[in-house]
């Protein structure tokens, strides 16, 4: 099993990113999947969550800046952000919910003008 997260990188505060994470021997479907990032200094915390119905649920910190989405096709979760803060800025990784995968090397966000 392995995940790869990719999309980061460096953004102004207000602005826009997306994030990907591709997966091997697992499959989507069948699942929950989760984005959670780690800031230095902080535990690791989900921040979005996507179960196999395509129900979602989110941290309160990013709720209605923060959409998850799967297209279970290509085997891919994804994380559309919004109106980003500096306080986003963190190492994103994806993983079940909860969590029982090898995490990947994640994705670093950083918010900064």
């Known amino acids: 099993v392995q995940l790869v997260e990719s999309g980061g990188g460096l953004v102004q505060p207000g602005g826009s990113q997306r994030l990907s994470c591709a997966a091997s021997?697992?499959?989507?479907?069948?699942?929950?999947m989760g984005w959670y990032r780690q800031a230095p200094g902080k535990q690791r915390e989900l921040v979005a969550g996507?179960?196999?119905?395509?129900?979602?649920n989110y941290a309160d910190s990013v709720k209605g800046r923060f959409t998850i989405s799967t297209d279970n096709a290509k085997n891919t979760v994804y994380l559309q952000m919004n109106n980003l803060k500096p306080e986003d800025s963190a190492v994103y990784y994806c993983n079940t919910s909860p969590f029982f995968l090898p995490w990947g090397q994640g994705t670093q966000v950083t918010v900064s003008s």
């Open positions: 996507i179960g196999s119905a395509g129900s979602t």
């Open positions: 021997g697992v499959t989507f479907s069948n699942i929950a």
